[in-house]
């Protein structure tokens, strides 16, 4: 039987990983893999299986939180930032500025693909985390519209340099899709805690005095690099990698010909074009219909606390039903569809407090099964190199969650002024609905577990 499902390394039956030939990583795979030996990821020599893993955990958790605490700090006051420190063509580098950001946070470590491949896990973690806080700490000190626009692209870098390498040594050193989403699930929960509480730190912080923002954001990475040393051994590195481009040429070719692979893209996508429409059309819907501001700040930071209480519950959830032989690729869909039902209920026509507070908080249940459950996919995919998984998986996001951001911003903002955001959530919902179901017809036989080869 062709065309089940991607072919994964760490696919989940819910027994311990067992030596034997039929199994790779102790646990059957749903297909024979198609990497020749010679491409095989290997994981490094754990000095003690489970003191590292619980030492990943936490030390991880840790600098992921404490570095996102400053980005989500600067964040919702970048803009505000670039304007007062911009003296010529203010609107013009404002916007270049934040898209110089977005644009180097998402993709820019590709460039650096092969380098930061030969580095040790501590290095790169570290170092990146150490350059995105130089750059952070010297806008402050900068007003020309170009210098801002560097500094901003080269702390991009360093956030999507440290992203890549922090998920690389999840997908390399935890073998099985229950560790690996669980690892994801714990970072999740650390994101959502600091993007709850940066807001509030960012905008007290920018109207005391722009420098001292800045220099507490610089800090929280400084912090964050430092947290590193606490639980990554200093001789673990990743595997080789023997492509010298991001994404190999073999893998595109795949991407395009293989059903299977090409659904986790499609559905990877389709999932970050919904998350894309969170900070434009949802916050601007809140912003035109809720008058009252300290109720504005509640609502987008509801989900965020949301998901920082539930997150460990629906991960246990998720962990249940990849033991009773789900695939990754069956807990997407089942994300996707969860992200259609929160769009429908902003759309029915609810009172609006009430439908805003359900749909928000069905969005972060959505959330929070999808966005672990991705990177879990996609690190157990059968490429040459956690690197290229993680440079595909980065790719897929951007593109999607850019636009959505771009039909949020834009085609609900237009929907908005004609009296038509109902329709527009409900359109929206339909059309999730409809690719997420395409996708599960075509894949019947990816949705659940291994299934027996004819």
Not at 53 to 71: E, F, K, N, P
Not at 176 to 189: G, I
Not at 281 to 295: K, P
């Amino acid at each position: 039987m062709k065309d089940k499902t991607p072919t994964f390394r760490g696919q989940c039956t819910g027994a311990e990983p067992q030596a034997g030939p039929s199994h790779t990583d102790g646990v059957p795979l749903a297909e024979e893999s198609v990497s020749s030996p010679s491409t095989e990821r290997q994981p490094s020599q754990l000095p003690t299986r489970d003191r590292l893993d619980t030492s990943l955990r936490w030390t991880l958790a840790v600098d992921q939180g404490i570095g996102c605490l400053g980005l989500y700090t600067l964040l919702p006051v970048l803009g505000v930032l670039l304007a007062s420190r911009t003296t010529t063509s203010g609107a013009t580098y404002v916007g270049l500025g934040l898209f110089c950001y977005s644009a180097s946070a998402g993709l820019s470590a590709m460039i650096l693909n092969r380098w930061l491949s030969r580095l040790t896990y501590l290095r790169g973690m570290a170092g990146s985390m150490l350059l995105t806080a130089v750059a952070f700490g010297a806008l402050a000190y900068v007003s020309s519209g170009p210098a801002m626009c560097a500094l901003l692209a080269v702390a991009g870098l360093g956030v999507s340099s440290h992203y890549l390498v922090s998920r690389v040594l999840i997908a390399e050193e935890l073998q099985t899709n229950l560790s690996r989403n669980r690892m994801y699930s714990m970072l999740q929960v650390a994101v959502n805690v600091a993007a709850a509480a940066g807001p509030f730190i960012g905008g007290f912080l920018i109207f005391i005095d722009a420098r001292l923002l800045m220099a507490a954001v610089a800090a929280c990475y400084v912090l964050a690099g430092a947290a590193v040393l606490l639980g990554v051994p200093a001789a673990l590195r990743p595997a080789p990698v023997t492509s010298t481009w991001p994404i190999s040429g073999a893998t595109v070719r795949r991407s395009c010909t293989d059903p299977a692979f090409r659904r986790l893209l499609l559905i990877g996508a389709t999932g970050a074009f919904v998350y894309g429409h969170f900070y434009s059309a949802i916050a601007l819907f809140v912003a035109q219909d809720f008058a009252h501001t300290t109720l504005q700040g509640a609502l987008i930071a509801g989900p965020a606390l949301l998901i920082a209480v539930s997150q460990g519950a629906v991960t246990k959830v998720v962990a249940r039903v990849l033991q009773q032989g789900w695939t990754p690729f069956a807990v997407l869909l089942a994300g996707a569809l969860t992200f259609s039902v929160a769009l429908f209920a902003l759309g029915l026509g609810l009172p609006l407090l009430t439908g805003t507070i359900v749909g928000l908080s069905i969005f972060a249940v959505a959330e929070m099964v999808f966005a672990p459950m991705q990177s879990t996919a996609f690190a157990a995919l059968d490429t040459a190199s956690a690197f290229e998984s993680f440079n595909l998986r980065q790719v897929c996001w951007t593109l999607g969650e850019a636009l959505g951001t771009l039909a949020g911003g834009s085609l609900f903002l237009a929907a908005y002024r004609g009296g038509h955001q109902h329709a527009y959530w409900l359109v929206l919902a339909t059309v999730v609905i409809v690719l997420t179901g395409g996708f599960a017809w075509n894949s019947r036989a990816a949705t659940r577990g291994p299934q027996p080869l004819p």
